[in-house]
């Protein structure tokens, strides 16, 4: 009967469990975004320099990033790290790890166009001030390609958090790991588990990332209402 179905959620610390799963994949989004958001600052930052051998060298280092499937990344991080280099870390550490790389290079694409889009005339009003080149980035390129780069930093928020689901793959017990496992305990007994725990791991992704998409949305709008 479908009520059961959804009585196996609350049953024994099915529900706790599932809460424990969603935090595990939060933050290792959150702390992949912070550490590969430092990360993509620099490196975009570095791609704005007129060294050539410096702008292809994270120019290439974006392109494999942006051509290598994320599943792929993971398993490389998960399996090669621990064989060839032995690295034993939790395989909540290696997908922060693998997260990170992926998101310092898409950040520092989004720093760098930032960065090249603040207009010309406020750097010149900025030289005329007398400013050097370190107080011209910190007080006049920086606030201004900050803003710029916020609606691209929130909708890589979000694409890191979807991505989370793919941390089944590699044992981790994220929210979809302790979910399936939840429905093959009870799918037998149950028909419709499986219907009520991916339903509410929908619902629980939806309230995750839903704000962050509505914010996007509205500093787009802003940004558009400005020009």
Do not use: C
């Not at 107080?135 to 900050?146: K, M």
């Not at 958090?161 to 496992?181: A, E, R, W």
Request: without cysteine; charged residues 15%; hydrophobic residues 50%.
């Amino acid at each position: 009967m479908a009520h059961s179905g959804i009585n196996v959620l609350f049953a024994g610390h099915n529900f706790a469990r599932l809460m424990g799963g969603l935090w595990t994949s939060v933050w290792i989004a959150a702390l992949s975004i912070l550490f590969g958001g430092i990360l993509g600052i620099l490196f975009g930052f570095l791609r704005t320099r007129s060294n050539r051998l410096v702008k292809l060298i994270f120019r290439l280092y974006l392109e494999f990033f942006r051509i290598v499937p994320t599943v792929v990344l993971l398993f490389l991080v998960y399996y090669i790290l621990p064989r060839q280099f032995n690295v034993n870390w939790p395989g909540t550490w290696m997908a922060v790890l693998a997260f990170t790389l992926w998101v310092a290079a898409e950040y520092s694409d989004i720093v760098r166009g930032a960065l090249e889009s603040v207009p010309k005339h406020q750097i010149e009003a900025g030289e005329a001030l007398g400013l050097n080149d370190r107080q011209l980035f910190w007080y006049v390129s920086l606030p201004q390609a900050f803003q710029l780069a916020l609606p691209g930093t929130i909708n890589l928020a979000t694409r890191v958090i979807k991505t989370t689901s793919l941390l089944m793959l590699i044992s981790v017990m994220d929210v979809i790991n302790i979910g399936q496992q939840i429905i093959e305990a009870n799918n037998n007994e149950h028909p419709t588990t499986v219907f009520w725990v991916y339903g509410l791991i929908f619902i629980l992704y939806f309230i995750v990332d839903y704000p962050l998409s509505w914010w996007e949305r509205r500093l787009r709008k802003s940004s558009k209402e400005v020009k």
